[in-house]
């Protein structure tokens, strides 16, 4: 069995100081001229920049083999080990590598930045971006949906549901289907203009947001849906002006009643513009809070 020599940070013996001893078996390493110029100018920056003792010597063949999350675990080991695993020959091929974009702030910085501070700024960056959202404070058994559909003489429909009551999509999608009561919908010409209203109202009526307040046709498929939709704004505490790249959607499921029609359930939801695809509910509910919660 092939004997192996213990590296520590303690005053080496003169065995242990030849870096001989310590050369990779494979010989395909060193016959990579990469490797062996990369080793030779992390030997010359120690060198000149720090009174190590021997054992940085072993640490510099030892850190060309090593992954990036190894070499940070193994700089908190002692202040030699820090100094040899943050080298800039060392962490300049894994940034350019891994975020090519951030070395060129190494020379355009007016102050030195070491590769190690900016793969790690490279690093978290790509970490928040897939930190996933906190959860929302709001929930649908907090708020409920009353919805209008009026044309110029009367009221052709109106709902209201509890948020506890809604079925959510098994997608997890804010998307929900309304029935609505025979009594409570009027039979219409698909050719009116209508007044269309869909608001939030937060439970205890606290507070209100309207998702959706139109007028016109809409747009009717063969007599038997009617589809209308709205653009929801920004949230003020965000950005100001422009969009929020949400809309609302409304669907109007019809029947046809002695020529005309008659409003037999709704379907709401929330869009993305961008996928035209509907939100999921947790999305949409931390969108509301924004209106809805002090």
Same mark, same amino acid.
């Given at each position: 069995?092939?004997?192996?020599?213990?590296?520590?940070?303690?005053?080496?013996?003169?065995?242990?100081?030849?870096?001989?001893?310590?050369?990779?078996?494979?010989?395909?390493?060193?016959?990579?001229?990469?490797?062996?110029?990369?080793?030779?100018?992390?030997?010359?920056?120690?060198?000149?920049?720090?009174?190590?003792?021997?054992?940085?010597?072993?640490?510099?063949?030892?850190?060309?083999?090593?992954?990036?999350?190894?070499?940070?675990?193994?700089?908190?080991?002692?202040?030699?080990?820090?100094?040899?695993?943050?080298?800039?020959?060392?962490?300049?091929?894994?940034?350019?590598?891994?975020?090519?974009?951030? %070395?060129? /702030?190494?020379?355009? =910085? $007016?102050?030195? !930045?070491?590769? &190690?501070? +900016?793969?790690?700024?490279?690093?978290?960056?790509?970490?928040?971006?897939?930190?996933?959202?906190?959860?929302?404070?709001?929930?649908?058994?907090?708020?409920?949906?009353?919805?209008?559909?009026?044309?110029?003489?009367?009221?052709?429909?109106?709902?209201?549901?509890?948020?506890?009551?809604?079925?959510?999509?098994?997608?997890?999608?804010?998307?929900?289907?309304?029935?609505?009561?025979?009594?409570?919908?009027?039979?219409?010409?698909?050719?009116?203009?209508?007044?269309?209203?869909?608001?939030?109202?937060?439970?205890?009526?606290?507070?209100?947001?309207?998702?959706?307040?139109?007028?016109?046709?809409?747009?009717?498929?063969?007599?038997?849906?009617?589809?209308?939709?709205?653009?929801?704004?920004?949230?003020? %505490?965000? /950005?100001?002006?422009? =969009? $929020?790249?949400? !809309?609302?959607? &409304?669907? +109007?499921?019809?029947?046809?009643?002695?020529?005309?029609?008659?409003?037999?359930?709704?379907?709401?939801?929330?869009?993305?513009?961008?996928?035209?695809?509907?939100?999921?509910?947790?999305?949409?509910?931390?969108?509301?809070?924004?209106?809805?919660?002090?």
């Amino acid at each position: 069995m092939q004997e192996t020599t213990r590296i520590t940070c303690s005053q080496p013996t003169k065995h242990a100081m030849n870096v001989t001893n310590f050369l990779p078996f494979d010989h395909k390493y060193w016959k990579n001229s990469d490797n062996v110029c990369r080793s030779k100018l992390l030997i010359m920056s120690l060198k000149s920049s720090s009174n190590l003792s021997p054992p940085w010597q072993v640490l510099v063949l030892v850190a060309n083999h090593l992954d990036p999350k190894t070499l940070a675990i193994a700089s908190c080991v002692c202040k030699s080990w820090s100094i040899s695993m943050s080298s800039d020959h060392l962490w300049q091929p894994i940034c350019a590598a891994q975020y090519p974009s951030l %070395c060129t /702030l190494h020379a355009a =910085a $007016s102050a030195a !930045v070491s590769y &190690l501070k +900016l793969y790690t700024l490279g690093y978290m960056s790509e970490k928040r971006r897939v930190r996933k959202p906190l959860k929302p404070n709001l929930s649908l058994q907090d708020i409920f949906f009353a919805i209008d559909i009026n044309n110029k003489s009367s009221c052709i429909a109106t709902t209201i549901k509890p948020g506890c009551e809604l079925e959510v999509d098994k997608n997890g999608v804010f998307r929900f289907d309304i029935d609505v009561k025979r009594d409570k919908s009027v039979a219409f010409d698909p050719t009116d203009n209508l007044r269309i209203t869909w608001n939030v109202v937060m439970k205890g009526f606290e507070s209100v947001f309207t998702m959706m307040e139109c007028r016109g046709k809409g747009n009717f498929v063969l007599g038997l849906q009617g589809w209308f939709s709205k653009e929801l704004p920004l949230p003020g %505490c965000c /950005l100001s002006g422009g =969009a $929020s790249g949400l !809309v609302a959607d &409304l669907r +109007l499921g019809l029947r046809i009643s002695g020529g005309k029609v008659v409003v037999e359930k709704m379907s709401v939801g929330v869009l993305s513009v961008v996928s035209w695809r509907y939100v999921w509910v947790d999305d949409v509910l931390r969108y509301l809070q924004h209106f809805l919660l002090p």
